[in-house]
């Protein structure tokens, strides 16, 4: 099927049937709806199927209502009207029919309407879309209206009659309508056919009139005269009684009359003007599409052409004034910082010039203004490409720095892994070598020397290999719900002999009460003994160390306080980066990994870390969300 339509060829006569069939379409349903409106026939009549609940009806009784309203200010009774009426203002009583009860206008249910607290109303079963209600009268005044049964069944003869009158016109109209649009699509798609397979099939011929050639304004503004003027001539003629023609007084003729629609001859004027309209339309419309098919729409408009004659001007000395860098040797900075003294020395400039100008002649005044606002925008256009420049720059070190900061990470890692594995080894061949016999006491002592460093560079490598991992993000934690305030009992008990053999007081304030939290008992365990054998180790002798554990604003905090052995002269930023050591001299063991580690575990199990420095009081404060369930 898609073989047999790309093999169909659309040449000229194709276009030119459709072409007339859209014309022929479009001519008879003009001629209907001529011939239809010219019967005077209401054409409510063909959707709405009962007389009583028509528009035309609706009109009816509100005239009605109007005349019966009339009355009391008229003071007259209605004669040779097609209704019933009773109207009493409590002074005055008139009606056409020898009945004062309701009753009997109310029979006639599908047309009663009275008026109640100075307002019409509808009967229970009338129709009528009210626009008639002014509450112009006294809340006494009564009035009824009724159409008869006999009436409104004359009135649906009438209008049963008219509706096959009419129909015949309004089914041709329609598919008339129906076939046009059909057509019409066709014909545009001919029109948006490939532009290619069109100079193919004008291979060889001389290129002639096209009026897709004509200005985009010219075929635009034709289209919109020609469907206005047709739209609003064809609305003063089409079902009028009017008479088309000609003065001729100099041929003795008052008036010649050509066509009118006393004798039908209108209608040869709608075919002709209608077929004309309808070719002008179908020939502009297929220009238009022809233009937006070959994407030369906006480019062959004139005004497109001088915009882009005036962008064109106007951004080449835009690109040599923001872009032509003036400042191209300078720093982002100071370049920002050139044009700023410019934009500032060209503003005074051209104020002090519009108030000189505006002295002499107000019109030159303009000129300043004009200049000022080319001025900023030079200034804001090459701002922004600064900028732009300057965004790329932190994007691309950022990017370079998070990349950098991934490597090390990964050699961290990767190093601490492969280390691992020989240090181990070590370990386990220096302790074989201890029980060996006989050794000498100095062979001994080496071997005792060499476990110790073995041990640390042990302790070293594992450390540093679980800070790589949990910075990277790649540790697995087992949240559960703990105490922290006996996870920290526990901690002190496990390293009981460590702080007896330091000679430090401990000094605990927990709560007796439990503090349960969520987190990770034994990242939590190793944050605990880090902070605690940190205190160990670098607390003045004979000091305390204090460990205490509050509620704050549905928070737990945990602090650990000690009193420094050593002058602390960095920040709590300082001490929290890997390798980092309080003892700036190194005489004491450690690897400056240990309040890293803290940190890093503490933040994993969705707490917070913070170190705070005061005279000689280093302080450690873990805050963690309680968990109450």
């Not at 096959?164 to 056919?193: E, N, Q, T, W």
């Not at 206005?228 to 064809?234: D, K, L, P, R, S």
């Not at 991934?406 to 594995?421: A, C, G, I, P, Y």
Request: aromatic fraction near 12%.
């Amino acid at each position: 099927m898609v073989t047999k339509l790309k093999n169909f060829n659309f040449n000229k006569n194709t276009k030119a049937v459709i072409f007339f069939l859209v014309i022929i379409f479009f001519v008879i349903a003009m001629l209907q709806l001529q011939l239809g409106l010219q019967k005077k026939i209401d054409p409510e009549c063909l959707v709405e199927p009962e007389f009583y609940q028509s528009k035309a009806f609706n009109k009816e009784v509100n005239d009605a209502m109007r005349l019966v309203s009339l009355i009391a200010f008229q003071h007259k009774q209605l004669d040779q009207v097609p209704f019933y009426y009773y109207f009493n203002n409590g002074s005055e009583e008139y009606s056409n029919k020898d009945e004062t009860d309701r009753a009997f206008y109310e029979q006639f249910n599908r047309a009663f309407f009275y008026m109640e607290e100075g307002a019409w109303r509808d009967g229970e079963n009338a129709y009528r879309k009210a626009d008639f209600g002014y509450e112009l009268f006294k809340k006494k005044t009564v009035a009824y209206i009724a159409y008869t049964d006999y009436y409104l069944e004359t009135r649906q003869r009438q209008w049963d009659q008219d509706r096959k009158s009419l129909m015949p016109y309004a089914i041709v109209l329609c598919v008339s309508a129906l076939l046009g649009v059909a057509a019409l699509i066709a014909f545009c798609i001919l029109a948006v056919r490939d532009p290619q397979e069109l100079r193919e099939s004008q291979k060889g011929k001389e290129p002639g009139f096209r009026p897709e050639k004509i200005h985009t304004e010219a075929l635009l503004l034709a289209l919109g005269f020609g469907v206005w003027w047709f739209i609003t001539g064809m609305a003063g003629i089409i079902g009028k009684g009017i008479a088309l023609g000609i003065k001729m007084d100099m041929f003795g003729v008052n008036f010649l009359e050509l066509f009118s629609a006393d004798n039908g001859t209108i209608a040869i004027f709608i075919v002709v003007v209608s077929a004309l309209a309808g070719a002008l339309f179908l020939i502009i419309i297929y220009s238009l599409l022809r233009k937006w098919r070959e994407k030369t729409l906006l480019q062959d408009s004139i005004l497109y052409r001088i915009i882009s004659k005036l962008r064109r001007l106007i951004a080449g000395a835009a690109r040599y004034l923001c872009y032509g860098d003036l400042f191209q040797q300078s720093s982002y900075a100071m370049n920002l910082y050139y044009r700023q003294i410019c934009f500032l020395a060209l503003t005074i400039f051209n104020i002090t010039l519009g108030v000189y100008l505006s002295t002499k002649l107000i019109l030159w005044a303009i000129l300043p203004f004009v200049a000022e606002i080319l001025v900023i925008a030079w200034y804001t256009v090459g701002n922004k490409r600064i900028y732009d420049m300057i965004d790329q720059e932190i994007r691309r070190r950022t990017e370079e720095q998070i990349k950098s900061e991934r490597m090390k990470v990964e050699l961290v890692t990767n190093v601490s892994h492969d280390l691992k594995t020989p240090i181990t080894s070590i370990v386990s061949f220096l302790d074989l070598l201890s029980k060996e016999e006989p050794l000498s006491e100095a062979g001994r002592d080496y071997i005792r020397i060499l476990q110790e460093k073995s041990e640390r560079l042990n302790k070293i490598v594992t450390d540093l290999f679980d800070l790589a991992k949990s910075t990277s993000g790649d540790m697995t934690l087992k949240l559960e719900k703990i105490d922290l305030g006996k996870l920290i009992n526990q901690t002190l008990a496990d390293m009981e002999d460590r702080i007896v053999a330091s000679g430090l007081s401990l000094k605990m304030i927990l709560l007796e009460t439990p503090v349960y939290i969520q987190a990770d008992g034994n990242k939590l365990y190793r944050v605990f003994q880090n902070l605690i054998d940190n205190a160990i180790k670098y607390s003045m002798a004979g000091t305390r160390v204090y460990i205490e554990l509050t509620l704050l604003e549905g928070r737990a905090i945990a602090s650990i306080k000690n009193i420094a052995g050593y002058d602390m002269t960095f920040t709590p930023q300082d001490i929290l980066q890997r390798f980092a050591r309080g003892d700036l001299a190194r005489t004491s063991e450690g690897s400056g990994l240990g309040l890293s580690i803290a940190e890093s575990y503490t933040k994993l199990c969705g707490g917070d870390f913070q170190v705070e420095l005061e005279g000689d009081m280093f302080k450690v404060f873990l805050s963690f969300a309680l968990d109450n369930e």
